[in-house]
């Protein structure tokens, strides 16, 4: 069974830090890019940020300078450092991944099931 699993959410004072991971596992054939996507109350799931497999990193404006993502190949895991959180940050942080589960098996995007993040003003 494929899953993505979030860990490192939790409540932090504004201009605090967080360090969210997320691990695939699982039969996986291959992982093209990984992202972090964040979802508020009331609003629509949108982008953080993006990782392909090579290392090219794609940014929401609103976290520019702030948030960096990277990624571990060999251990199937992709982090978001988040520096500087403001309360407009609140959110639950979802994983994201295109994963191939064969040569031949079309890639698929799959979900964390989430992690909160609160930041308190």
């Known amino acids: 069974q494929v899953q993505l699993v979030e860990s490192g959410g939790g409540l932090v004072q504004a201009g605090g830090s967080l360090r969210l991971s997320c691990a695939a596992s699982g039969s996986i054939f291959s992982i093209g890019s990984m992202g972090w996507y964040r979802q508020a109350p009331g609003k629509q799931r949108e982008l953080v940020a993006a990782i392909t497999s090579g290392g090219s990193t794609n940014y929401a404006d609103s976290v520019k300078g702030r948030f960096t993502i990277s990624r571990d190949n060999a251990k199937n895991k992709v982090y978001l450092q988040m520096n500087s959180l403001k309360p407009e940050d609140t959110a639950v942080y979802y994983c994201?991944?295109?994963?191939?589960?064969?040569?031949?098996?079309?890639?698929?995007?799959?979900w964390g099931q989430g992690t909160q993040v609160t930041v308190s003003s």
């Open positions: 994201n991944a295109g994963l191939m589960l064969g040569p031949r098996a079309p890639g698929a995007d799959y």
